[in-house]
């Protein structure tokens, strides 16, 4: 271990539920029993109504953290997530030229669960999307990503040699044995999603695919368990609710909000297929945290999560946005107790693998290397 700062520039969730907010919670307090010194900096992102209104706060927050400069003393490593990219582009730009003219030992490590420029929809959008990316990453002196595929995924925006560390993300089993306690509702199966309610997380397919499995095909005893942050997409959180209560199923889908982590392993336990329709994903750790509770899987072809889902062999793969192909997949795994089984054995033994000590050490070795 060389002696420096860890400072993270990134919000950190008190009660993490999504994949990247696990990994970064756990990232923070691994290096805090690591390093003598690791701070955290956060900021709130303000609200726009206009794509300039954007543009000039997303130019406000960059300039703004340029004062972080004149405080920081000895060796510091800045880690990022990609997210922030917006906040922070130009940010390292300037830091990329700056430490060296001021004579700051300072290295900018991101972290990359995914990039965002592919999923934005209008071309003009996607492609400053894309430069705003680019400029990111080619600013950076080391960058950190969740899997290979993310790895291979970014590699085109690279200009130059960077080194690069692959740390999947990891597994608690420590709750395995209040959760073999736990009694499974016996009047109905209950599905699981986890994850923002976003378009990009695929719900509005998941909504109109248990739809068609409870008005369609006449399965009424069926819950829909939704946990994830609402307030990420308000508008389209909106039309969600409109959607079940328009087609009559409001009351078999249970909306859980952000949950503690007691009560996500208890849902997660009750559960008996966990649905993910998600339109792209750089890993998909619900997945593996899915796998661990020893649960069937339906879930999409898309990202990285083929890596980790086989079709026909520990889950069943779906076209993303494909409504009757979800649907049709879901009934398959309920009238197959026996095909729940075996999928859901197939995951626990590939969960177990997964292991956040490990993927961390790789990190810190890839931290310690960075000012040789």
Known sequence: MIDCEILMLMPLCEHPITGGEIYNRKLHDYLGSRYTKVKNITWQIKPHHTKLQFFLNSMEQNLSLLKLLGQLEGRTIIIEDISSSSDLFLFNLIIKYAKWLLDKKIRVIPIVHHVYAPLLEGGLKRSLKLQEERIFLNSADGIIVNSEFTKNSIESLIHHSIDMVVAYPGLNVSSIAR??????????????????????????????????????????????????????????????????????????????????????????????????????????????????????????NAGAIPYLVKDGKNGILVPVRDTEKLANSIKRLIESPELRRSFAESNFQLAIKFNWNESFSKIESFLNKSFD
């Open 179 to 300: 959760i073999t306690e736990i009694v499974k509702d016996k009047e109905n199966l209950h599905l699981l999603f986890v994850g923002y309610i976003t378009p990009r997380k695929g719900v509005d397919t998941l909504i109109d695919s248990f739809r068609v499995l409870v008005k369609d095909y006449g399965i009424h005893n069926l819950i829909l368990d939704l946990v994830g942050d609402t307030t990420r997409d308000p508008s389209f959180f909106r039309e969600i609710l409109r959607r079940c209560e328009s087609t009559g199923i409001m009351d078999k889908v249970r909306i859980h909000g952000r949950v503690a982590s007691d009560e996500l392993e208890m849902l997660y336990a009750m559960a008996d297929i966990f649905v993910f329709p998600s339109i792209w994903e750089g890993f998909g750790m619900v997945l593996i945290e899915a796998m661990y509770n020893r649960l069937p899987i339906v879930t999409t």
